[in-house]
């Protein structure tokens, strides 16, 4: 099942199922009021609103693509934590340690939403990190690789915008957190509806041209290993964001008017513009 | 006006309260509702002036219940972002001022007065360490603020315990990523909100850290190398601050030392508050009690031990 957030002419951001006819919203089915909430409850309330979300394929009649616009389906996550997972790598680079940055919900686009990248000096640079996203379920602390799939509600499409340049005292970090710099999207895929997530495909275009290409197979630290190691040092909870990393080439900087987009087999394509900005960087 | 969450034997609710001399008083009547207790917390920054004067009023005759038949909670349980700024204080030293920068730590590790502090059931960091820390609450949304207009994304102040898994020496687990601060509980915060208008300068305040009553952080708020001015300009450059935010204004590592099973640590911002958490840790880990003076410990009495050549470079304590 496909979930989006949308928002349409006169009507409040909605949660809806999307299929081949467009999007169906799930009016009065939740409790919550605030989307992010409505996602929290979505995830926790899942197996018992399963039938009714079936179902509305049959009860309600659905809105056509070009009448709505998509909102990040995880719109204010509690947490957005990037690991630093490597795919296609080159065998004889040394291999690093597995660690994860945080980022906040300030940092959250969705589809077409627009990346602004602060004005900084030109020793510094942007980067798109094109990736897999698992949504949470949780709350979730120890989870075992084998059980990793616990801690997984569905999977979305993520661009864990990175800054570099000047690395002395971890300041690429530190502006990598910046407001509109980590767009998902354009759905969150429930887990049932992906067969084998640990093989999936991530390819990525900067304005046409393919920059990023590869399988979340081709790495040495695994989706259950990423969500046990993420468990180890803290919970996860309904809502949070785990983005899986990236691969270790094709990252290109970033320039005014860019178009990025991330497309994931089975769960969609994301499209963002990117506008430099006069904003002072930090 | 010292603001507070706490709860009762008789309740899990988690409820809003004036802390006074004579002990809590209760503010669930005044306080506008919210959807959870971080919410309740969130409107009441966003709607304190037209609800202050009720709230003056209950402080002086509401009835007070005394501090040991409640609990104290987080303040603020589940801010939205919670900023840190790396180092930040001169420490005593004679160099350069080091470039501000600031992590992101899980707002989820949250606790609060009484609770406990779990050492994670993780052996890569050799030490846990704790940090004593002065805690901005903000009131947003704020981007962009300039240094003059600090007072405008302030509302108010509380205390904050870094505590941290080390790596190598005292550089904190993760480097780069800032993640050995990161683990589930390492954010002790409160043990209440002081308003704005109760604190001059954020820069004149006196913290104080103990360790099993051992004395550990002791320093003055006027040793930060970036001011708090400047750190609501410089967060908000980057990030949209909210309401019920936390920007933590790092630490004066003199007395850094070693966290480990059983321990009772204990911060004291005076003109703040007092609040006090145990540690546990279910692998029973032990280190030397007392300040770390490991090689790149800046405790002067290690710099002269370790470092004598550098030893000129140090004011004396309390001298500047």
């Given amino acids: 099942m496909k979930l989006v957030l949308f928002e349409q002419a006169g009507r409040a951001p909605t949660y809806g199922v999307l299929d081949g006819d467009g999007v169906r919203p799930l009016d009065g089915l939740l409790e919550a009021t605030e989307p992010q909430r409505q996602l929290e409850e979505l995830i926790d309330s899942f197996v018992r609103l399963r039938p009714q979300l079936d179902s509305l394929a049959q009860t309600s009649s659905a809105i056509p693509l070009a009448d709505v616009r998509f909102l990040p389906p995880v719109p204010r996550p509690g947490k957005i934590l990037c690991t630093t997972a490597r795919y296609a790598a080159d065998p004889a680079a040394p291999r690093a340690d597995l660690l994860m940055t945080l980022k906040s919900a300030e940092s959250v686009i969705g589809e077409g939403g627009t990346v602004r990248l602060p004005a900084v000096d030109a020793r510094w640079e942007f980067v798109p990190q094109a990736g897999l996203g698992i949504v949470a379920r949780g709350p979730a602390k120890s989870v075992t690789a084998d059980g990793w799939q616990t801690a997984v509600f569905g999977y979305t499409c993520v661009i864990d915008v990175m800054a570099r340049g000047d690395q002395q005292f971890g300041r690429d970090f530190w502006l990598a957190k910046a407001d509109t710099l980590n767009p998902l999207g354009p759905c969150i895929v429930t887990a049932d509806e992906v067969e084998d997530p640990t093989r999936l495909r991530v390819r990525s275009w900067q304005n046409d041209t393919l920059a990023q290409e590869f399988s979340v197979s081709d790495t040495n630290d695994g989706l259950p290993e990423q969500v046990a190691f993420a468990t180890t040092v803290l919970t996860l909870y309904s809502g949070d964001v785990l983005a899986c990393g990236t691969a270790a080439s094709g990252q290109r900087p970033l320039a005014d008017a860019d178009q990025v987009s991330v497309e994931i087999d089975g769960i969609g394509r994301l499209t963002v513009d990117i506008q430099r900005t006069e904003d002072p960087g930090a | ?320």
Avoid at chain 2, 130 to 156: N, Q, T, Y
Avoid at chain 2, 215 to 223: A, E, I, M, Q
Wanted: aromatic share 6%.
């Fill in chain 2, 1 to 320: 006006m010292k603001l507070a969450l706490f709860s009762d034997a008789t309740s899990a609710e988690v409820r809003p309260g004036i802390l006074t001399e004579q002990g809590i008083v209760d503010a669930s009547a005044v306080v506008p509702p919210g959807p959870t207790a971080q919410g309740r917390m969130e409107t009441l920054i966003d709607e304190f002036e037209s609800v202050r004067e009720p709230l003056e009023r209950l402080a002086t005759t509401g009835p007070a219940r005394p501090l040991d038949e409640v609990r104290l909670r987080a303040p603020l349980p589940r801010p939205s972002k919670v900023m840190c700024c790396i180092a930040n204080y001169w420490e005593h030293a004679q160099r350069e001022a080091r470039p501000l920068n600031m992590f992101l730590k899980n707002p989820d590790a949250v606790v609060g007065p009484g609770d406990t502090i779990e050492l994670p059931n993780f052996t890569v960091p050799w030490m846990f360490m704790h940090e004593a820390e002065l805690a901005i609450v903000l009131k947003g949304p704020a981007r962009a603020v300039p240094e003059a207009d600090w007072r405008r994304a302030v509302f108010g102040y509380t205390a904050m315990m870094d505590i941290t898994g080390r790596g190598e020496g005292r550089s904190t687990w993760g480097r780069g990523t800032w993640l050995g601060k990161s683990f589930d509980t390492f954010l002790p915060l409160g043990p209440c909100i002081v308003t704005a208008d109760e604190i001059a300068d954020p820069n004149d305040l006196w913290v104080q850290f103990w360790n099993d009553g051992q004395l550990r952080h002791n320093y003055h708020t006027d040793d930060m190398e970036h001011r708090v001015p400047e750190l609501i300009a410089f967060a908000s450059r980057t990030l949209t601050l909210r309401s019920g935010d936390v920007i933590c204004c790092g630490t004066n590592h003199e007395g850094l030392g070693p966290v480990q099973d059983g321990e009772r640590l204990e911060i004291l911002i005076h003109g703040i508050g007092r609040m006090a958490l145990t540690v546990r840790d279910p692998l029973q880990r032990t280190w030397e009690r007392g300040i770390y003076m490991g090689q790149d410990s800046v405790n002067h009495e290690a710099v002269r031990r370790n470092k004598p050549q550098e030893a000129h470079l140090l004011h004396q304590a309390g001298s500047d």
